[in-house]
């Protein structure tokens, strides 16, 4: 049984920052290429990061490029994503996904097999 346990969501201002981690056996993390995702309440689930297990190939949504930075802890087992310059549009529940291959490109989340719980990221003022 994989599971992805997200954690550090929150809520903060606009301009605001927060960092998310998401955590899972060392098996999963060292051969998966791990990526987030958002979903807004309405909205379709949409792609954010994906970092293959090498950490040489990050892709990101252009919606967020330049303001999230995701990254792999490979002591930890953890990956991060560095929420910079939050927006009220970024407010989601973000989760946390594996897909046990490489990822080539950014991709929809039927191409992810394992999926975190989520945690929720509210931008507001």
Not at 24 to 38: A, E, I, N, V, Y
């Amino acid at each position: 049984q994989v599971q992805l346990v997200e954690s550090g969501g929150g809520s903060v201002q606009p301009g605001g920052s927060l960092n998310l981690s998401c955590t899972t056996s060392q098996d999963t993390f060292s051969l998966s290429c791990m990526g987030w995702f958002r979903q807004a309440a309405g909205k379709e689930r949409e792609v954010v990061a994906h970092v293959n297990p090498d950490g040489a190939n990050i892709y990101y949504a252009n919606s967020v490029k330049g303001r999230f930075t995701i990254s792999r802890g490979n002591a930890k087992n953890t990956l991060y994503l560095q929420l910079d310059n939050l927006k009220p549009e970024d407010t989601a529940m973000y989760y946390c996904a594996a897909r046990n291959l490489n990822c080539y490109a950014l991709l929809p989340r039927d191409n992810f097999f394992y999926w975190g719980q989520g945690t929720q990221v509210t931008v507001s003022s």
